[in-house]
């Protein structure tokens, strides 16, 4: 049986760069983007540890108040919220479409798979052209339980009725890596510029740099 491929969607497949003018035009600098998406993470984290939950977008706002804060900068209501909705608007890494493709016509079942809210993610895939290659689209926020709690990989395997082991998560990040190989899913690194795995936890079965390179080493394990 071919393993279910779990698509994580920010950074991994949509191109979180595309943010970096509108962190130009209000901080200065867009290397911000990289703290603020920092922040975000954390403060995700925050509420996994704690059990206290909020939704994806939530914390994203309140992310980047905090770094507007570090920063001493005001931002008007009107400017957050032009920056917040063009994450819905980011455009896929360049070798997405081809290869999320490549993977349909050998066979595989396909699902994205974030700590978003469906109705976000619905709308960054369809907004980046690539939606109609998912067989579904999954959301932790089913489970009240951000990635990497195993809750939300235990939901995405139910969602096809399989076992953990029976699927795969393909991300471009360690931690989301890490939560689900310990939740018993297999996994793909896909380590993009600036991202590695960290040496603390179990390592993926496959790595490439880019995910031509994680399609390629994924349909020849199944042969």
């Given at each position: 049986m071919k393993k279910i491929c779990l698509f994580d969607v920010n950074e991994t497949l949509l191109d979180l760069r595309a943010l970096d003018p509108e962190f130009e035009r209000?901080?200065?600098?867009?290397?911000?983007?990289?703290?603020?998406?920092?922040?975000?993470?954390?403060?995700?984290?925050?509420?996994?540890?704690t059990?206290?939950?909020?939704?994806f977008g939530v914390i994203?706002?309140?992310?980047?108040?905090?770094?507007?804060?570090?920063?001493?900068?005001?931002?008007s209501e009107e400017d957050k919220k032009t920056l917040l909705s063009k994450i819905t608007q980011l455009p896929p890494h360049?070798?997405?479409?081809?290869?999320?493709?490549?993977?349909?016509?050998?066979?595989?079942?396909?699902?994205a798979?974030?700590?978003?809210t469906a109705a976000v993610a619905q709308m960054q895939l369809e907004n980046a052209g690539i939606v109609q290659f998912f067989d579904k689209?999954?959301?932790?926020?089913?489970?009240?339980?951000?990635?990497p709690a195993k809750e939300a990989y235990e939901m995405a395997a139910r969602a096809f009725?399989?076992?953990?082991?029976n699927t795969r998560l393909i991300a471009a990040h360690a931690?989301?890596?890490?939560?689900?190989?310990?939740?018993?899913?297999?996994?793909?690194?896909?380590?993009?510029?600036?991202?590695?795995?960290?040496?603390?936890y179990q390592q993926p079965e496959i790595i490439g740099k880019d995910l031509r390179e994680v399609v390629d080493a994924i349909i020849e394990q199944d042969r």
């Open positions: 209000l901080f200065g600098n867009a290397a911000v983007r990289k703290e603020w998406f920092g922040q975000f993470i954390q403060s995700a984290f925050v509420s996994v540890i059990d206290t939950y909020q939704p994203g706002s309140a992310a980047f108040d905090m770094i507007a804060e570090r920063y001493d900068i005001t931002i360049p070798e997405v479409a081809e290869n999320l493709a490549r993977l349909k016509q050998n066979g595989y079942t396909l699902a798979f974030t700590n978003s689209v999954l959301s932790a926020d089913t489970v009240k339980r951000l990635k009725n399989v076992e953990t082991k931690w989301d890596i890490a939560g689900a190989l310990r939740a018993g899913c297999s996994g793909a690194f896909i380590a993009r510029p600036g991202m590695v795995l960290d040496p603390l």
